[in-house]
């Protein structure tokens, strides 16, 4: 009993001294209206997201692989371009 006490009196202490906060304030997320017409350019062939927590705030980047069915790079960025250019 005076073990687990003294744990968790340490615990707190550890805690408190360190200015742990428990939850982020801030949650940053791209408009989701934005990322239906990302995916509108071509086929999506996954999706995955981060969220990196940064001085209370985490901005959740989501990450799309498009297929834009081009030969090569720079053929595939004038496509996307284009295509996001049309849809404003």
């Given at each position: 009993m005076v073990k687990r006490l003294l744990a968790a009196l340490c615990l707190?202490?550890?805690v408190s001294g360190c200015d742990?906060?428990?939850w982020p304030e801030t949650v940053?997320?791209?408009d989701p209206g934005a990322l239906t017409?990302?995916?509108s350019v071509?086929?999506?062939v996954t999706q995955t997201f981060?969220?990196?927590v940064y001085e209370?705030?985490?901005q959740v980047d989501e990450i799309l692989v498009v297929d834009l069915r081009a030969a090569d790079f720079p053929e595939a960025l004038d496509l996307v371009r284009n295509r996001l250019k049309q849809l404003g």
């Open positions: 707190l202490v550890a742990a906060t428990w940053i997320k791209v017409e990302v995916r071509g086929r999506v981060t969220d990196p209370r705030t985490v």
